[in-house]
C-alpha cells in the first residue's frame, strides 16, 4: 500500500509493509541516486515484516516528481522528519520506531533520529568518507554523523566499499558482508544481518 503524505518541500510518497500484531516500526529511506526498490531495501523490508516490525519505505519528495539530483541536506531532514511524524499519528501509531535507510538515507536517518524519537537507527551502505576524484583529495568523513546518534546503531557495509568502513562504536554494531557500496551480491547476508540484530531489539 502507498500513500502520499505533504512536507514542506513537496509530496513524499510512503510504501507500507504491515506486520501482524506490529511489535515495531521501520522506517527506511532510500539512496541519493536511488529508489526504495533497492536489493538491500527489498530484502530488509521483507526480514522486518518477518520478525514483527511494520515497514515504512520512505520516498522523498525530490524522488516523487521525478527529479534525479538530491537536495541540500536541511531539506531532506526537513521532509523525513514531516513524514515520520505524520506516520507516528497514523499508520505506526504507539509502535517504537527504528529508522535507517541506505546510503544518503542513512545519513537522514542518523541527523533526524534523536527529532523523531527513534529507539534505533539501521544504515545499509553508509557513505563513510566520499571517495577522491581525479586529481583531487576525498571529501570529508561522515563519521560524526555516525557518534552523534544516542541509541543503538547497526551498520551493514560491503566489504569493498568506495566509501570505506566505518570503526564500531558505543551502541554500534558493524556487519561486514561481500559486495560494494550497492550491496547487490548478497542482499540475503545483508537480510540476516538486520534480522539478527531485530530479534536483539
Sequence with gaps: MSVALETPHGEARVHLHPAQNPRGALVLGHGAGGGVEAPDLVAVTEVGVTQGFSVALVEQPYRVAGRSSSPPAHQLDTAWVAVVEQLQEGALADLPLIVGGRSA??????????AVGAVAV????????????KGKEPGPSRLAELDEVSVPVLVVQGERDRFGMPPPGRDREIAKVTGDHSLRSDPHAAATAVADWLKRR
Design 105 to 114: 538515507g542513512a545519513r537522514v536517518a542518523c541527523r533526524m533520529s534523536a
Design 122 to 133: 539501521l544504515c545499509l551502505a553508509f557513505p563513510l568518507q566520499p571517495p577522491a576524484r
